[in-house]
């Protein structure tokens, strides 16, 4: 057992921190049976573990629990210890109810007060236990530095990842990440059936043919490539298969050497200190451009220029490519189609915010799953479904859809742990729907380190902010969302979240022009009636108020404020009570 004198302040200390992943989910479902097994994991494994490994438990901590060790070595041997020994005990259960520790680890000086621990390393190991794949263990640089060639496991460097709240990224190596059950859907990658819209990205060339950028070509390259790579459903082909080529021929044609849908090439002219970049994507199998562009910018910010030319082409092109692949699934006979065509079907559906529609939307992702189980997007779309069904007003028992939502969400985090929609859905439905805000920024978090390029992460995570409170960040991270994905027809759920961040930062003018704009692109969209109406009550613009709130009514003549008021997410009972007042105040039903 390790010896901590009381005298003693501080000392250099490996720090395991440790919880159960999708707790809350569990004890939804099963309550009883989720903390008898809980329990009897702290009692009959982790505490003896521990202690067999000369290490202490400073403290347990509802779903999981802190513990501390005099070496790296002796902290990673117990993780992995108390993760086999978790894993071979939960074998025989019910897979949706097998408990399943998430564990962070790092070393570092740690505070010594009393029966606790305080310092850097205690919320270096939470943060990155919130990171962690469920199973496995997720250590700092620092840590691994010290078990590296020591002990014999299987890792992964991770590369610096954000931990909410610290300023500076973190290296982390990922250790021992289970093997995937084979009887499970989630055996095989579900890109093996799932047809997937293919890109290559060729190297930009100078407008004088002289090379002379060619530095500036292949970081601009690397950077559009490695924020494509980072979409999901989009398969990005890598650098080493289009250097060679010679771009001076079509872009179909090079396209089809390389066994791509999409193309994109671009132009680079050079005059002083200035720089233009012009931009091309191209449609291989019709040989049409589908988008053309130029951006310009200076030699003296070169490297912020590399990441502004990468953002906005990722974030143009990527509604380009879905869009074309929409309109080829819509002439697709229903036979041919796969889960991915379905998918595009149902997502179009979706958005239309038209009731008759919106069950046709429910069909297709159904048929998305059907086809393809293993296919995270499907499940991801349809838990949103769930989610604008209670939004809209269309949910005849919002208790069920809620549960049906997070179902979902979880079952395509778990196909896909790093899917960045997966988990900023489930981060929306944590607060949208259940208001349990700090376990939905962890989700956004998760989805953000996955994909820093994913539009509906920053966006989704805006909302979450909102609804705290935290009014500057979620107007940061709702306009850079719009940022990412500028050319988005959905654009209108982009403008909706800034227009809440905006009510949020009590900017009732900034408020009213988002979501003016918002339900003037889709005038069905409720929620962002709904707080068109209270900002413009907070402005004292009752004749405008009551126009929108009759608007509302107009498409949801059921509407009460009473029914709505359970299903309100602000996280503040002051800001809730004056938002509700406020549809009131503008003529809306009690």
Same mark, same amino acid.
């Given at each position: 057992?390790?010896?901590?004198?009381?005298?003693?302040?501080?000392?250099?200390?490996?720090?395991?921190?440790?919880?159960?992943?999708?707790?809350?989910?569990?004890?939804?479902?099963?309550?009883?049976?989720?903390?008898?097994?809980?329990?009897?994991?702290?009692?009959?494994?982790?505490?003896?573990?521990?202690?067999?490994?000369?290490?202490?438990?400073?403290?347990?901590?509802?779903?999981?629990?802190?513990?501390?060790?005099?070496?790296?070595?002796?902290?990673?041997?117990?993780?992995?210890?108390?993760?086999?020994?978790?894993?071979?005990?939960?074998?025989?259960?019910?897979?949706?109810?097998?408990?399943?520790?998430?564990? $962070?680890? !790092? *070393? +570092?000086?740690?505070?010594? %007060?009393?029966?606790? @621990?305080? =310092?850097?390393?205690?919320?270096?190991?939470?943060?990155?236990?919130?990171?962690?794949?469920?199973?496995?263990?997720?250590?700092?640089?620092?840590?691994?530095?010290?078990?590296?060639?020591?002990?014999?496991?299987?890792?992964?460097?991770?590369?610096?990842?954000?931990?909410?709240?610290?300023?500076?990224?973190?290296?982390?190596?990922?250790?021992?990440?289970?093997?995937?059950?084979?009887?499970?859907?989630?055996?095989?990658?579900?890109?093996?059936?799932?047809?997937?819209?293919?890109?290559?990205?060729?190297?930009?060339?100078?407008?004088?043919?002289?090379?002379?950028?060619?530095?500036?070509?292949?970081?601009?390259?690397?950077?559009?490539?490695?924020?494509?790579?980072?979409?999901?459903?989009?398969?990005?082909?890598?650098? $080493?298969? !289009? *250097? +060679?080529?010679?771009?001076? %021929?079509?872009?179909? @044609?090079? =396209?089809?050497?390389?066994?791509?849908?999409?193309?994109?090439?671009?132009?680079?002219?050079?005059?002083?200190?200035?720089?233009?970049?012009?931009?091309?994507?191209?449609?291989?199998?019709?040989?049409?451009?589908?988008?053309?562009?130029?951006?310009?910018?200076?030699?003296?910010?070169?490297?912020?220029?590399?990441?502004?030319?990468?953002?906005?082409?990722?974030?143009?092109?990527?509604?380009?490519?879905?869009?074309?692949?929409?309109?080829?699934?819509?002439?697709?006979?229903?036979?041919?189609?796969?889960?991915?065509?379905?998918?595009?079907?149902?997502?179009?559906?979706?958005?239309?915010?038209?009731?008759?529609?919106?069950?046709?939307?429910?069909?297709?992702?159904?048929?998305?799953?059907?086809?393809?189980?293993?296919?995270?997007?499907?499940?991801?779309?349809?838990?949103?479904?769930?989610?604008?069904?209670? =939004?809209?007003?269309?949910?005849?028992?919002?208790?069920?859809?809620?549960?049906?939502?997070?179902?979902?969400?979880?079952?395509?985090?778990?196909?896909?742990?790093?899917?960045?929609?997966?988990?900023?859905?489930?981060?929306?439905?944590?607060?949208?729907?259940?208001?349990?805000?700090?376990?939905?920024?962890?989700?956004?978090?998760?989805?953000?380190?996955?994909?820093?390029?994913?539009?509906?992460?920053?966006?989704?995570?805006?909302?979450?902010?909102?609804?705290?409170?935290?009014?500057?960040?979620?107007?940061?991270?709702?306009?850079?969302?719009?940022?990412?994905?500028?050319?988005?027809?959905?654009?209108?759920?982009?403008?909706?979240?800034?227009?809440?961040?905006?009510?949020?930062?009590?900017?009732?003018?900034?408020?009213?022009?988002?979501?003016?704009?918002?339900?003037?692109?889709?005038?069905?969209?409720?929620?962002?009636?709904?707080?068109?109406?209270?900002?413009?009550?907070?402005?004292?613009?009752?004749?405008?108020?009551?126009?929108?709130?009759?608007?509302?009514?107009?498409?949801?003549?059921?509407?009460?404020?009473?029914?709505?008021?359970?299903?309100?997410?602000?996280?503040?009972?002051?800001?809730?009570?004056?938002?509700?007042?406020?549809?009131?105040?503008?003529?809306?039903?009690?």
């Amino acid at each position: 057992m390790l010896s901590m004198a009381q005298t003693l302040d501080r000392s250099v200390l490996a720090v395991l921190c440790a919880d159960v992943a999708d707790y809350s989910r569990m004890m939804d479902t099963a309550e009883e049976e989720t903390h008898k097994q809980l329990m009897w994991l702290l009692a009959a494994v982790v505490t003896p573990v521990v202690e067999n490994h000369e290490g202490r438990i400073v403290k347990f901590t509802g779903d999981g629990f802190l513990a501390c060790f005099g070496d790296a070595v002796s902290s990673v041997n117990c993780a992995l210890r108390i993760q086999e020994f978790t894993r071979q005990s939960q074998m025989k259960r019910d897979p949706e109810r097998r408990i399943q520790f998430r564990i $962070g680890a !790092t *070393i +570092d000086s740690v505070i010594i %007060e009393d029966n606790d @621990i305080f =310092g850097i390393a205690v919320n270096t190991a939470s943060r990155l236990q919130q990171m962690a794949t469920p199973g496995a263990i997720l250590v700092s640089s620092d840590l691994f530095s010290q078990i590296n060639g020591q002990l014999n496991i299987p890792s992964r460097d991770c590369g610096r990842i954000r931990l909410k709240n610290f300023h500076s990224p973190t290296h982390a190596f990922l250790i021992n990440a289970p093997r995937t059950d084979p009887n499970r859907s989630i055996a095989k990658p579900y890109r093996k059936k799932t047809r997937l819209p293919t890109i290559a990205v060729f190297p930009f060339s100078a407008f004088d043919g002289s090379g002379g950028d060619d530095y500036f070509s292949q970081g601009l390259m690397d950077g559009i490539i490695g924020a494509l790579s980072s979409l999901r459903d989009i398969m990005t082909i890598n650098r $080493g298969s !289009t *250097i +060679d080529y010679n771009v001076r %021929e079509a872009p179909a @044609i090079l =396209g089809k050497r390389l066994g791509a849908n999409y193309v994109l090439t671009g132009v680079i002219g050079r005059s002083g200190d200035e720089i233009r970049v012009t931009c091309s994507l191209t449609d291989v199998r019709s040989g049409s451009v589908l988008w053309s562009d130029h951006m310009d910018g200076t030699l003296s910010s070169i490297f912020d220029m590399q990441d502004s030319i990468a953002t906005k082409v990722v974030g143009t092109i990527a509604p380009h490519v879905r869009e074309a692949e929409l309109a080829r699934a819509v002439m697709k006979r229903p036979e041919n189609m796969d889960a991915y065509d379905l998918l595009l079907q149902g997502i179009d559906l979706l958005y239309r915010m038209d009731s008759e529609q919106f069950i046709r939307a429910r069909k297709f992702l159904d048929s998305a799953i059907e086809t393809d189980s293993r296919y995270p997007p499907a499940y991801a779309y349809a838990s949103l479904w769930h989610i604008f069904n209670i =939004g809209q007003g269309w949910s005849a028992d919002p208790t069920s859809d809620s549960y049906q939502a997070w179902k979902l969400a979880s079952a395509a985090v778990d196909r896909d742990a790093s899917n960045s929609l997966a988990l900023a859905i489930c981060g929306h439905v944590k607060s949208y729907l259940f208001h349990e805000y700090a376990a939905a920024t962890s989700y956004f978090e998760r989805a953000i380190n996955c994909s820093p390029s994913h539009a509906w992460a920053w966006a989704l995570s805006s909302g979450t902010y909102a609804y705290m409170g935290d009014a500057k960040e979620a107007v940061e991270r709702a306009e850079r969302g719009i940022a990412l994905s500028p050319a988005d027809r959905h654009a209108f759920y982009y403008l909706s979240f800034l227009g809440l961040a905006h009510y949020a930062g009590e900017s009732y003018e900034a408020a009213v022009d988002c979501d003016r704009k918002a339900v003037g692109q889709n005038p069905h969209f409720r929620a962002g009636l709904r707080v068109l109406i209270a900002s413009l009550v907070a402005l004292g613009r009752l004749d405008e108020a009551k126009d929108a709130a009759r608007a509302l009514l107009a498409e949801q003549p059921s509407f009460r404020v009473s029914v709505y008021a359970p299903q309100c997410p602000w996280w503040d009972d002051e800001v809730r009570t004056t938002f509700l007042r406020r549809l009131i105040d503008a003529g809306l039903p009690e």
